[in-house]
């Protein structure tokens, strides 16, 4: 409890310094750095209070609350990418949270998890690894063959927003009756509430924890996305880079830092629950209500991408089926996650 | 029985009446409306009266006529196209027949079945989905090496007859030896009689409703190739969408709808089953067989077809075992597998 | 043994014959044959030898030298090849390697073990064909967004080589610990010695045979390589046959023979083991070693490859989880291996 207040007493100076530094004539290489920082703290901020608000409220509700407030900061980013005409910025963010969830975040998960496990193996229920494959390969089915159809070059490609459009829908009525079907089982399970990873705040702290991380990440969300263009350019830092590893990292990544602290306990399952809501979540519900909600801003966001980005999605997904598809993962298998995601930076660093 | 009469009297009269079109001066608009609504009929009236004859021998052979004359009419369809120079229809035509079924139908069946099953999981034998995610990745394999090697057009890309013929014998093969021990194992099980779906004819009606069809369908699927091109134009749709999507349902879907009849009665193996052959022939047997008989015509037919059917159909077999390969499916994955089919017919519309 | 010394006789003989056509004015296509048949012979020594060295230390270590020998010549051909600048060759067998073990040995013991077994089904344990997906996946994402990368032309293409050595370095780290842990559970498992495949050799013996054997691989090697150019210009055949086929089977397959041999005595484990560790290997561990090794020619050896191997790789990996993650295979998968390499060669044929 403590060290959660000092914590967030820490969140809130890097935010002012960051405003501070964005309001004044500061080197935008400064603003960069220190809103990257503060969107990560910020991230933090909004876990530990959602989860403090949803121990009021039981496992399953907790479960949605998290899933939705916790892609906040990502939100406010992209929303704001898309005003500033950073398609680019915004698509790669996206993408990024992606991977890096499913990746980075769910191979350290299943490398400490396994490592702490008896015998060397992290077994987990079977259920929503197989699902978020499900959600996860419709995404990918939809972003694949918009892609191939834009490299072609052939008829559709000239309405890739109507079809982007008629995907999304479709990704959300799908994710719909999911998260449904998901949270009902939950409840009718009727268990004993989850324990929280985090000391739980009082209530009203907890809310009030929450308005303020919510302002704070529309705000710091504004002054990075603003930095980017200039502080890219001095620091020769590509902009797929910037979004697919800086931005994924800060805005969502080390929110889930609480997975790999899970998995250490031997938390299997709620760790596993941590990243795959998450990445269900980003694929099936953010992006596509992203690629509606940029239908207001004159630049629309479509599923669209690279096919670099097609096949490491398109295999991401594949992979992480393959290995947490049984329901048991070895350090190997999470190290194997892990070196996914260093390839793939690896990569994006070069563009 | 006597429903059965009075249907196969209307879809007899709808024969009749696409054939007066056809022969007079009526707008061609009018002949592809009637002749694909008398398609879906007979393609119903051969479900029915196969397994009239099959409940005569017994489940095995009942599913190996199933599988055979079931797809007559897409059979007729695409060698009528071959013979009119239509290569895009017949291809698609194909094409369109496995996505239809592997796809909207199947996942009409897994919707429907995962609703009345108990506890809303739709269960059934896991081999029968293994096996043709194996016989869809064989036939996809070879689809996408060709594929690629068209689309770099190398070396190879001017041998694609003698490579598409060699790959075709290959299917044939591994389809027989699959036929051979699927229907071996069966006979073996020596299970009951399958209980017919339809109600059963008297095996004399059933002949002749089987002879009538036959020949209809051989008929009817003349007039529809040739008022595709006349129609289209007028219509506006795309040669992509009529072959993907209108004669696949046509020809195709249609008598698969009992599939979804016997998910909603619980008879979920059975469900799976119908679906599953359709899907595997229509890959490893129609496919292949008319990539043969096309060395008749002056057109040749091929595995080569475009990135975006290519990536389509790759992530259809993977996505379709990654949902029934458990042998469980709930509400959500019968809707996501529709929602698959609804954003590649998006897509298609568009081209 | 007797039957052992007579064969090792005999491929000592062919070596000699190579050697001799090679230093004479012989025709390069005798001793492209020649010496391709010479190194089947020596790759089989090789196993031979390994295997009677090994039963003097238990099943572990004799896998870890059978994995690390038995590649051998594989190493030779490739070294070679980077040294006389034909990098088409030396990729083309590294990759030629892993579809020969992964699609056409594979299939042939599948095939064979399934026929001898009871009911038609081999039956094996299901961890190591996943561990072998899981490290496929892995080499395989790289390959391809490696690949796709080339293929666009983007930034990041300018920098193959050093994503390919960062990549690298991931998939031995990975290797390692996936070794690690199978050579540590394979040791605290402690079940009795390997039944050997072949006729155990003395001591000695063994050690003089695998010294012999190795020093004439690394002979055969280079006189094989040095006569591909004139040789396949004579007859005909593509580099990319040669690499992919020619290469493959002499270089790596005979060895494996002994793989459907353990497969029709109804030792399945130790026969997917054999395949599996084979292919494990080259994609995780030969190939990232040699690309590494590279950085010492002019010319270096990258993951990047023609887009038809990278889809032929991708849905080699997905097949072969698909067809052996369960633990289970029958007469018809293994067929459809086969198959898959037949149209793959067939396509390699017509380069």
New interface residues.
């Given amino acids: 409890m403590r060290k959660t207040g000092i914590i967030a007493a820490a969140v809130f100076v890097l935010v002012v310094v960051a405003g501070v530094l964005n309001y004044t004539d500061a080197p935008p290489v400064a603003v960069f750095v220190f809103s990257a920082a503060a969107l990560g703290g910020v991230a933090w901020a909004i876990g530990i209070a959602t989860e403090s608000v949803g121990a009021k409220f039981g496992p399953a509700v907790t479960g949605a609350l998290q899933s939705t407030l916790g892609n906040l900061p990502e939100l406010f980013i992209v929303i704001f990418s898309l005003s500033a005409g950073e398609l680019v910025v915004a698509q790669f963010s996206i993408l990024g949270s992606l991977f890096a969830n499913a990746l980075l975040v769910l191979g350290l998960a299943i490398a400490v998890g396994a490592t702490s496990a008896e015998g060397?193996v992290m077994r987990f229920h079977k259920r929503l690894p197989?699902?978020t494959?499900?959600?996860l390969?419709?995404s990918?089915?939809?972003i694949?063959?918009?892609g191939?159809?834009d490299?072609?070059g052939?008829?559709?490609s000239?309405?890739q927003v109507?079809?982007s459009v008629?995907?999304a829908i479709?990704?959300l009525?799908?994710y719909g009756?999911?998260l449904f079907?998901y949270l009902k089982a939950d409840i009718q399970a009727g268990h004993e509430p989850t324990e929280a990873a985090h000391t739980v705040l009082p209530f009203p702290w907890a809310v009030g924890l929450l308005a303020t991380a919510g302002i704070s990440a529309a705000l710091v969300s504004e002054w990075f996305v603003h930095s980017i263009d200039p502080a890219v350019e001095k620091l020769g830092i590509?902009k797929a880079f910037t979004g697919l590893v800086i931005v994924a990292i800060a805005g969502n990544a080390v929110e889930n830092v609480v997975a790999v602290q899970l998995a250490r306990k031997g938390k299997s399952d709620l760790a596993v629950s941590v990243v795959k809501n998450s990445v269900a979540q980003i694929a099936c519900f953010l992006f596509p209500a992203l690629v509606l909600i940029s239908l207001l801003f004159t630049e629309q966001l479509t599923f669209v991408i690279?096919?670099?980005y097609?096949?490491?999605l398109?295999?991401?997904a594949?992979?992480v089926?393959?290995?947490t598809g049984?329901g048991e993962a070895?350090?190997?298998?999470g190290?194997?996650l892990v070196?996914?995601y260093?390839?793939?930076a690896?990569?994006?660093w070069?563009?």
Same sequence: chains 1, 2, 3.
């Fill in positions: 060397g197989n699902d494959a499900t959600l390969l419709l990918v089915f939809l694949v063959i918009l191939l159809s490299q072609v052939d008829n559709a000239e309405h109507a079809i008629i995907g479709c990704l009525i799908v009756a999911w079907g590509s690279d096919p670099v097609m096949g490491a398109a295999l991401t594949i992979a089926w393959q290995i049984d070895v350090l190997f298998e190290m194997a070196a996914f260093v390839v793939l690896t990569l994006v070069f563009e």
